[in-house]
């Protein structure tokens, strides 16, 4: 129920700023993407830092009214990077400004290139591998479960997100390298239990 409710009370907020009537966030058809929302992660969207510092205070003094409250580990993030990076407050304190960080599980930066993420989803991969390598080790277990376990918890780890990624012939290179390196020392472990 309490996540039903907080879902609710976070839309009213939204509902009240009305930022879409302000053409606020950026232009795509007819319509204004000004927030993207999922569950308490928010990423606000705007034109320019003044736009941002607006729609940070509305939301603050709208979110407060109800009694919920902007974390301070919120980041800030502009598309021109050698621009310099203005300040921005919630309730007088400062935002730090990165030049990207992980949205529900993602990297979001502003370079083109998702090698950055796809170094991040191998290393997350690699280290589930080896929580995992405990039952896949076990000699117990059989060759067919321990596929499954391969295939539904590893593979996931290493591909999530992948279909928002624009990979190279080098990227899908490593992705397959790093799949059958995890597989290649899962079979050798097999044959020493084995």
Known sequence: MSPKLFISCLQEIFDKLKWNEKNFGIRIGNEYLNNLRFADDIVLIAKD????????????????????????????????????????????????????????????????????????????????????????????????????????CVIPTLLYAAETWATTKMLNNKIRSTQLSMERTQNARHRVAG
């Open 49 to 152: 830092p003044q736009e941002l510092q607006t729609m940070i205070n509305q939301l603050h003094t709208e979110s407060h009214k109800i009694g919920l409250k902007m974390r301070l580990k919120t980041k800030i993030m502009f598309s021109n990077l050698s621009h310099i990076s203005p300040n921005i407050y919630v309730d007088k304190e400062e935002l730090v400004t990165v030049a990207h960080y992980i949205y529900l599980g993602q990297m979001v930066h502003m370079q083109g290139s998702p090698e950055n993420e796809i170094k991040t989803g191998i290393t997350i991969a690699w280290s589930k591998f080896r929580k995992m390598s405990k039952y896949l080790q076990d000699e117990k277990f059989p060759l067919s479960l321990k596929k499954k376990i391969f295939t539904q």
